[in-house]
């Protein structure tokens, strides 16, 4: 192996440790099966949803995880490996990709990383479940609307029954 190669290859285990390090979330699948056309339906989804989306060596991503602090993230680059980042949206990822399996059966999640945190393709999964952040402020939102509601429904209640004792 030439100085260059391995050159290269160190640089790549510096990018993609950097990469583990900065994302919200990582899902590592297997997308062994797949047809290049619903590849190409899954890059265009993960895109859209500001993921970015990889197949890289194992010998790679194993040295970057040990970097990055992920060491038993190490355990699941076997076999054909693809490993999708979200730096902003912890959810995206494992949602888009957690879909698209109802798709494509090809593709298997095989586990990933949640906030610097190892997590199972159960976790995974279950993450992909929840709502995406709109959502979640969304639902927050409302919790914190209901007694301001409520609050104004009972002045309204009882301005009316004040109305109706006058007349």
């Known amino acids: 192996m030439s100085q260059a190669s391995i ?25 062994r099966g797949l047809t290049v056309e619903q590849d190409t ?36 680059f076997v076999g054909p490996t693809a490993i999708a980042f979200s730096n902003e949206d912890v959810i995206a990822p494992a949602k888009v990709i957690n879909d698209f399996t109802k798709e494509a059966e090809a593709l298997e999640i095989k586990g990933g990383a949640i906030e610097g945190a190892v997590s199972s393709k159960e976790e995974i999964v279950a993450l992909a479940t929840l709502p995406n952040r709109e959502g979640l402020l969304s639902m927050l939102l409302s919790v914190l609307q209901a007694p301001v509601r409520n609050v104004a429904l009972a002045v309204k209640a009882v301005a009316d029954n004040k109305e109706e004792d006058a007349a």
């Open 7 to 31: 050159a290269k290859k160190a640089e790549l285990v510096e990018i993609y440790a950097e990469k583990m390090k900065a994302a919200a979330s990582i899902v590592v699948v297997d997308s």
């Open 41 to 76: 339906v899954l890059r265009r989804n993960l895109r859209e949803n500001d993921v970015e989306f990889k197949v890289v060596k194992n010998s790679i991503l194993r040295r970057a995880a040990e970097k990055a602090g992920l060491e038993s993230l190490s355990e699941i």
